[in-house]
T-cell receptor
Framework: NAGVTQTPKFQVLKTGQSMTLQCAQDMNHNSMYWYRQDPGMGLRLIYYSASEGTTDKGEVPNGYNVSRLNKREFSLRLESAAPSQTSVYFC?????????????FGPGTRLTVL | KNQVEQSPQSLIILEGKNCTLQCNYTVSPFSNLRWYKQDTGRGPVSLTIMTFSENTKSNGRYTATLDADTKQSSLHITASQLSDSASYICVVSTGGFKTIFGAGTRLFVKA
């Protein structure tokens, strides 16, 4: 079991470039999430997918889009990267959205936008 | 405003010593509180989850407590090891997807 995997691990973009962050989980979880982590701040939810076929905005969705490709995969797209999107991005999954289910996190993608 | 505040911001202790990390929250409604450990350069890993009716939960040398009346939680680490050096994050959920993460306490364990 690999758990939650993310690619790439590191990325440097120029302002205005686009890219897609990939995430996959092999735990047969229904719910998946994208967070960003900035220095001195708690993780903030960008988008989530309660189940296959659904996606919803979280706390900080502006500048991002997501796709729940299938039950395993949940991608995050930056259409036109901005320096404010420099951050560490974490994907997570859980069995369901409701209740005290443990969220399992990937290793993160460190993104720098110049 | 829903907030989760953790203290101290950072802490240095000697190997073998105990320590306690604090978490105060003003989140409502309350569903559950979780503590995560995040090693440098890695994703957070769950240590404990507590619902409203639970006031203590242990995971090996980690013991979390919850006082829902005062909206406070603590994470006690017993007999610290070098591998305990990490950030510890308190997370409060209002239910569903809505979770509020604290900024974390950075723990350094020295030999």
């Amino acid at each position: 079991n690999a758990g939650v995997t993310q690619t790439p691990k590191f990325q440097v973009l120029k302002t205005g470039q686009s890219m897609t962050l990939q995430c996959a989980q092999d735990m047969n979880h229904n719910s998946m999430y994208w967070y960003r982590q900035d220095p001195g701040m708690g993780l903030r939810l960008i988008y989530y997918s309660a189940s296959e076929g659904t996606t919803d905005k979280g706390e900080v969705p502006n500048g991002y889009n997501v796709s729940r490709l299938n039950k395993r995969e949940f991608s995050l797209r930056l259409e036109s990267a901005a320096p404010s999107q420099t951050s560490v991005y974490f994907c997570a999954s859980s069995e369901s959205l409701a209740g005290p289910d443990t969220q399992y996190f990937g290793p993160g993608t460190r993104l720098t936008v110049l | 405003k829903n907030q989760v505040e953790q203290s101290p911001q950072s802490l240095i202790i000697l190997e073998g010593k105990n320590c306690t990390l604090q978490c105060n929250y003003t989140v409502s409604p309350f569903s559950n509180l979780r503590w995560y450990k995040q090693d440098t350069g890695r994703g957070p890993v769950s240590l404990t989850i507590m619902t409203f009716s639970e006031n203590t939960k242990s995971n090996g040398r980690y013991t979390a407590t919850l006082d829902a009346d005062t909206k406070q939680s603590s994470l006690h680490i017993t007999a610290s090891q070098l591998s305990d050096s990490a950030s510890y994050i308190c997370v409060v959920s209002t239910g569903g997807f809505k979770t509020i993460f604290g900024a974390g306490t950075r723990l350094f364990v020295k030999a």
